[in-house]
């Protein structure tokens, strides 16, 4: 009975931390996710109208894109934290240190990334393709569905990019979220927490979970591409 005892004594503990580190790995998907999605909806429009469209503004969006992959993520969490500071211009949203901040920051970090691999997809691509279907008379909706079978693989290549530098992100976490356990804990600043405290194996387990959250984005890129191919 004391064997038993003791083993459920010790199990507990681990237990938690199981728990503990599917709750940080869940939180950073699903920051990621979302940032990663948001900028999808906002950099691939804004790829296709410089790409597509006639306007002179469009070599001024594509050069503040090729800008923003140099924009330090510090200064970008920086940005945020002063924005929804409590006595900031922001401050009345009480967004700070909470995963909607955090959400925001690598929002504005990766459009950047993003949006200038998109326009390289896209540029890419035959630039006679959409005439040539035109030429053969096929429907709109189905030239639409092909031209996007076309550009779907390197425009899900740019979103995992993105997906990878967002849920990759330390400076700006920390910044925006806090590290706060339980809240706005994720990979990467669970990390850094993990070895300021010398626990170096728990700072590899979080890093390994890390690389299998992308490893697995990967494999789902890379078998979409597959299909569309």
Avoid at 13 to 23: D, F, K, M, Q
Avoid at 60 to 75: E, H, S
């Amino acid at each position: 009975m004391v064997r038993t005892g003791s083993g459920g004594r010790s199990s507990a503990p681990t237990l938690g931390r199981a728990i503990e580190l599917i709750s940080i790995a869940a939180l950073s998907v699903a920051v990621s996710g979302i940032a990663t999605a948001i900028a999808g909806l906002v950099a691939i429009p804004a790829a296709l109208w410089i790409v597509l469209g006639h306007s002179r503004l469009r070599g001024a969006l594509f050069a503040l894109f090729a800008a923003g992959l140099g924009l330090p993520p510090v200064a970008v969490g920086l940005a945020i934290a002063y924005a929804f500071w409590r006595s900031g211009p922001l401050g009345f949203f009480d967004l700070l240190y909470t995963p909607w901040a955090m959400g925001i920051a690598q929002t504005i970090i990766i459009v950047p990334l993003v949006g200038t691999l998109a326009v390289v997809a896209l540029r890419g691509g035959d630039p006679t393709l959409p005439m040539q279907l035109r030429g053969l008379a096929i429907p709109r909706r189905d030239r639409l569905r092909l031209l996007a079978r076309e550009v779907a693989p390197s425009l899900a290549a740019a979103l995992l990019a993105g997906f990878g530098r967002a849920i990759a992100e330390v400076g700006a976490a920390q910044m925006t979220g806090g590290n706060i356990e339980g809240q706005t804990r994720v990979l990467t600043t669970a990390t850094m927490l993990a070895v300021g405290k010398g626990e170096f194996a728990q700072a590899f387990t979080y890093v390994a979970v890390l690389l299998g959250i992308v490893a697995v984005a990967t494999g789902a890129a890379l078998a979409l591409q597959r299909r569309w191919a």
